[in-house]
């Protein structure tokens, strides 16, 4: 395996436009060896157009790039080696065997895995010998995986590699990018799932309309809410509504937003915030309609850095 550099992934002014629409729009990002870093946001925010970019798959319009200390030139042949690739979707002869498909996958890669090992790291063993069209959604996914990881790359991709998945499927792929980790892989992974981001990443990256808006680790990026929970109510009544500085006034409140006629609060401490709202909207012949709490979450920062949320966007 060629020497590890400090930086798996590294660009800097990135612009990708097609027509009028620019999807990657100056983008700077730096992926650390050996970690686990995840680009989470909305469908169309620039992921996926980036990732290309990265694996050599599309050419920027402006902006640097270097992948494992080396720049994209020419074929790229002894690059693309080092490297493993899952694509949002992959279309694979049906006719084919999972052994054989992911036999065609490892002659592709001057060393690897066996496709014995293949199947045992996605453990997709028992299906050696079925045919891919016969394979399930989840097991389609895992093949995907294994094919990207049949040359036992040092920098794996994974593009939503969980999209579509049944619960129990996406966590088997969890389980899948868990054990890269351990073995000192490193991994860069898009999703717009942030419970995948928070428990996958060592480090994520908000994007949104091409840009990097907010960069860190999953606990960092929620401590910048500056409160650990998240209260959001609705009201009935006839009385005047409260405004948003009474509601900011309230005790343990950090900050108040409105999301399509209901109220978001970020708060400290519940067990302040919550009876001190209920009292000010008995004062104001209100009560809620409904009223939920929960631990605050990265799509609360993407909402409190963009006013959106991830499905919204």
């Not at 599309?58 to 042949?77: I, Y």
């Not at 929970?229 to 009544?237: K, L, P, R, Y």
Request: glycine share 10%; aromatic share 4%; hydrophobic share 40%.
């Amino acid at each position: 395996m060629s020497a590890r550099v400090e930086a798996a992934v590294v660009c800097r002014g990135l612009v990708k436009r097609y027509g009028s629409v620019t999807a990657v729009d100056g983008l700077d990002l730096e992926v650390r060896s050996g970690e686990c870093f995840g680009m989470l946001g909305p469908n169309g925010a620039g992921k996926t157009t980036t990732i290309e970019i990265l694996e050599g798959l599309n050419a920027p319009d402006a902006g640097e790039v270097v992948v494992l200390g080396e720049r994209w030139a020419g074929d790229g042949m002894a690059l693309r080696a080092r490297l493993g690739i899952q694509l949002q979707e992959t279309k694979y002869p049906e006719k084919l065997t999972v052994a054989e498909t992911l036999a065609l996958f490892r002659s592709f890669y001057p060393r690897g895995l066996s496709v014995a090992e293949a199947l045992a790291v996605v453990a997709l063993q028992e299906k050696a010998d079925a045919f891919v069209r016969g394979l399930s959604g989840g097991q389609r996914q895992r093949l995907s995986l294994a094919c990207a990881l049949v040359g036992d790359p040092e920098l794996v991709f994974l593009d939503e590699p969980t999209t579509g998945l049944d619960p129990q499927s996406r966590r088997q792929a969890w389980d899948i990018v868990e054990d890269l980790k351990r073995r000192g892989r490193t991994v860069l992974l898009t999703t717009h799932y942030m419970e995948e981001a928070a428990r996958l990443c060592d480090r994520v990256a908000i994007v949104d309309r091409g840009k990097v808006i907010a960069l860190g680790t999953p606990r960092e990026l929620i401590a910048s809410l500056g409160a650990e929970h998240v209260v959001e109510f609705a009201v009935d009544g006839t009385g005047p509504a409260p405004t948003s500085q009474e509601l900011a006034a309230l005790p343990s409140v950090q900050a108040v937003e409105r999301d399509d006629g209901a109220w978001r609060l970020s708060v400290r401490e519940v067990h302040r915030a919550v009876p001190a709202l209920l009292t000010a909207l008995a004062e104001r012949g209100r009560e809620p309609s409904q009223l939920s709490v929960h631990s605050a979450t990265l799509e609360d920062v993407f909402v409190h850095l963009t006013g959106r949320t991830l499905r919204d966007a």
